[in-house]
């Protein structure tokens, strides 16, 4: 017998999921961004185009995406651009390694699970493991994007 809060909470992070994918956050372009990245899943033909405007102190002050996929894919692209605005570089990289370990069902402290935000809804990714990658795409791109932005310092 299922226990209904977990059912609950899988309705809620479902609920998450599709009012990202429906209404996407932050989807568009910005012009001349210091950081941008295109993420393709060639499995399924996912995308994701992720472009970040930086402030002098080297946090997110502008963030787009673009692509196409599915909910999963785009809804954690949505998902990501409400989170790292704000954030310094090393801040947007931890939260990408934080959704890592969410995903393979790592332990997380409290004050970590308290940093996710909305990105604690794709936990259930992990009951499908052929979807772990879309879920991990906008993130993948953030990470290439910063570290080619970096490398050009």
Not at 39 to 65: H, K, M, Q, S, W
Not at 90 to 102: N, P, Y
Not at 131 to 152: F, H, M, N, P, S
Request: with cysteine.
């Amino acid at each position: 017998m299922r226990d209904t809060s977990f059912d609950q909470l899988d309705d809620l992070y479902q609920e998450v999921i599709l009012d990202h994918y429906r209404n996407p956050r932050n989807r568009g372009e910005i012009p001349s961004p210091h950081v941008s990245a295109r993420g393709f899943n060639p499995y399924c033909g996912d995308e994701v185009i992720l472009a970040l405007n930086l402030d002098d102190g080297r946090r997110v002050d502008a963030v787009a995406f673009s692509g196409q996929g599915c909910s999963i894919s785009q809804a954690s692209a949505s998902i990501l651009t409400e989170l790292v605005k704000g954030k310094s570089l090393a801040e947007t990289r931890r939260l990408s390694q934080l959704l890592r370990s969410l995903i393979h069902g790592d332990e997380l402290t409290d004050e970590e699970l308290d940093l996710m935000g909305e990105m604690e809804a794709l936990r259930g990714v992990r009951r499908f493991p052929i979807r772990v990658k879309c879920a991990l795409l906008a993130w993948a791109t953030l990470d290439d994007g910063i570290e080619e932005y970096e490398g050009g310092q």
